[in-house]
């Protein structure tokens, strides 16, 4: 009775730390006007720094850790008021699907709170729930393996302050390694236990697959597949006479299988995008990582941009200093762990083994893999965290539970294997940073704190021989760990501050005056624009189209482009940004200074207002997209359809009523003959009805759309219908009903099998 009553009190008490663990944290950055991770464009971007004050000593120019490229559709989520605004972004220059971008998360879980609070708040909440999500799932997980409580706990916060988690809280990564050990949970169960617990698979999967990230999903994938086949391998070893069943197989499959027909209205949408959109260098690429870098890894003093690869280490294997070290643990307890937990722990970490190192061979090979071509290390290496802390913990609670003799022989083993290991790691790093220059001026306090943490969990096994306790062993190594890894890694641990997150008013009062779309130099690309109502027409590429992304370029190369784009004012900046960009000087006598700013940002007029819709009666007509012929200097390129060369009629402005994201009215009055030109994104889905009757959209200068118009008055409505939705909605709702249906009959399956 009494132990029952232990083992729920450690329940409760466990999952109320891994509550407020979290809060504690995130309360601590609050008090210090801090919010978790890094968001280098907001300090290049004069639309959030004016007025404010920004202390820049904790500006971090890191890209590998920058996760400002997901604010932009934050901003835009907290925006939306209707389904059809999720269906098409017409804030991100000439507008660009959202849904079929996979990573912009409009299902996520996560991203709920973006919906209805500040950005700044969402954040805070959004990584809250996060780490809660974790940690309550490893929690679960270990559970399921058998471990104690207080192990539990121990393993649930490594992965709390570890990796992605705590450097990049709000990439697309967090939103699904969170579920993974609820994943891993199920799957032993399927496994080991009885195929019926599939029907929790499929929403598992269907949760983290919404998470926006498709290159962790692909890992988690390969790692089912190495899993199934190293549990069978480590069972056969073993001799343990337990064989993996080929239904429990087989219901994994099919977990997978329903989750993607669940999933329909996302992928199909998804494929499109993917066939249409800019083909551009993978963003988060992270360097090969060196020899000198594995040297460097323990320690990570100093790291700073010029060494990369580090920051990148320091995300996969935070804390690795404290589970490196603890390794030796673990090989000399391995021998008397009972042979069924072992056996599971063991499959988890050699498969998290060798998914790095296969995307090792695959990053250093540069391997291409058709729609997760942006697999790195940092999509892989989270696992290596999470299956060191089980085998970590495993070794702790089996110091606790063997019998005196045992663990005097464990005690030998950990001596013979510890002390000749730690040398060697001392010497190659110590080498490592010398010989590399790697950065010492903290290493040696570095070196010392990872020295007492170490000591100070020796001394506590070390009591553990005369009075072992498994039910606290978890608890006072994991305060040892916590404590020492964020004294260790805290320096490294990137914040912002609260502040730069709201945008100023004034300063969008004032850019309200001078128009709704603005261009400018190239390094614009990642600035974090307000979605009220504006338009900033130069972009990331992972949002263009393959033929805006085409007229981008020219039009960074060739300004006077941006007036056919219906945009008149040009914006000069960054603080941050010394860089001057020459092109800017081809429209510099066409152009007026409007406005200076006090952090730095010109904003430039043109004198002659452009239109976002006009009527044009001269082009040339041309069969396919050809970049040779777009130029300022040339006429407007019309795709198949027929236009004169020349004409004295002048271009004639038209009238332009965003009705909702996915319709656009234009009213063209008194024209003759000609093709009216929408400067708005080309892109399947969007249909045209002039005056009520469906038309053909034309291609104009390679991205926008055209339609042909008679002699006269006319009204023109641009409608986006996303088919692949539809479709893919389709699809999802019968996948659900077949679900439901496979899942009345497995349960009478097992019953006709037992």
Known sequence: MNQDINKKRDYFSVCIFLFLFPLLLLIIDFSFQKIPGNYTSLYNNPIWI????????????????????????YLYLSRIRSFSSLLWDNTSGPGTPFLARWESRAFSI??????????????????????????????????????????????AVIFQTSGPLFYIPIHSITDVIVWFPYYLCLINLVLYNSFRYWILLCPVILVMALGGNLEVIGVTLIFTIFYLIISHIINRITGNVFNVPYSSIAFIILSWIISAGLLAFQIFPYL?????????????????????????????????????????????????????????????????????KKNKIDSFFITSLCVLILFLIKQYFNFNIPYIDNLSLLHSGWLLILSTGFIIGIAIEAWNIFSPDECRECTRKLVFIAIPLWIILFILVIVGKYKYGIGTEFYW????????????????LSVSLFYPSPRNAGYIVSMIILLFVTILYLPYRPTTHVELLNSDKQTINKLNKYGTRFAGPADLQNTVFPTNGFNLMVIPEEKS?????????????????????????????????????????????????????????????????????????????????????????????????????????AELPATVEDISSTHVRVNVEKTKPGILVLADTYYPGWSVSVDGVLKDIIPVNIAFRGVELSEGDHQIDFEYHCKGFWVGLTISIISLIIYLIIIRFSFHFQKQFI
């Open 50 to 73: 004016e007025g404010k004050l920004i202390n820049y000593s904790s500006y971090k120019p890191d890209e590998i850790t920058d996760c400002s490229r997901y604010i932009s559709d």
């Open 272 to 340: 499109e995008w993917n066939s249409y959109r800019a083909n551009s260098a993978p963003f988060l690429s992270i360097p090969r990582i060196g020899i000198k870098d594995l040297l460097g890894l323990f320690f990570p003093a100093n790291v700073t941009t010029d060494s990369p690869s580090l920051i990148s280490l320091i995300l996969l294997f935070s804390p690795g200093i404290c589970l490196i070290l603890l390794f030796p643990l673990w090989i000399s307890a391995h021998s008397l762990l009972q042979i069924e």
């Open 545 to 649: 189209t393959e033929r805006y992304s085409n007229f981008m370029r020219k039009a960074l190369a060739d300004p006077k482009l941006w007036f056919r784009t219906g945009t008149s004012c040009f914006i000069l900046t960054s603080p941050m940004n010394n860089n001057v960009d020459n092109s800017f000087f081809q429209i510099r006598q066409e152009v007026k200074l409007a406005d200076i700013f006090s952090s730095g940002m010109a904003i430039f007029k043109s004198e002659n207002p452009a239109h976002r819709a006009f009527v044009i009666y001269n082009g040339k007509s041309i069969d396919k997209p050809n970049m040779d012929l777009l130029s300022s200097d040339l006429p407007h390129l019309v795709e198949n359809a027929p236009i004169p060369e020349t004409t004295a009629i």
């Open 445 to 460: 306090k570095e070196l010392k704190i990872a020295i007492l943490s170490l000591i100070l969990v020796l001394i506590y």
């Open 110 to 155: 996560f991203s709920i709170p973006f919906y209805f609070l500040s950005l700044w708040q969402s954040i805070y909440l959004s990584i809250w729930l996060k780490m809660v999500v974790a940690g309550i799932g490893v929690y679960l997980l270990t559970m399921s393996l058998g471990l104690l409580p207080s192990i539990g706990l121990f393993i």
